[in-house]
Nanobody, 123 residues
């Protein structure tokens, strides 16, 4: 599956952004999806994941209650709604797909990755 993330940009602290990740190729509905991010000088970290059905989600503690992951299987798209953004949320955000049952935090279990989209939160 090929992935393309979009929706990044510059936003003030406290603001909101919605990221989208469009998938093409093999059946999107068969993949669990995740969002990861990488800030300058830091390792890539887990943000959120969602099961193929949308019935289960998982969030990093740092974003729980502020971010919401969702998907529209009819549109082959996964979303990340980001509210109450903080300067520490500044990073390149990547979407990823896994053909297994995993919706955990480890990037190595995700098979396909899209090019990232930059989110910058100003204070």
């Amino acid at each position: 599956v090929q992935l393309q993330a979009s929706g990044g940009g510059l936003v003030q602290a406290g603001g909101s952004l919605r990221l989208s990740c469009a998938a093409s190729g093999r059946a999107f509905v068969s993949y669990n999806m995740g969002w990861f991010r990488q800030a300058p000088g830091k390792e890539r970290e887990f943000v959120a994941a969602i099961r193929w059905s949308g019935g289960s989600t998982n969030y990093a503690d740092s974003v729980r209650g502020r971010f919401t992951i969702s998907r529209d299987n009819a549109k082959n798209t996964v979303y990340l709604q980001m509210n109450s953004l903080k300067p520490e949320d500044t990073a390149v955000y990547y979407c990823a797909a896994t053909s297994g049952s995993y919706i955990g935090t480890q990037a190595r279990y995700f098979d396909s990755w899209g090019r990232g989209t930059l989110v910058t939160v100003s204070s």
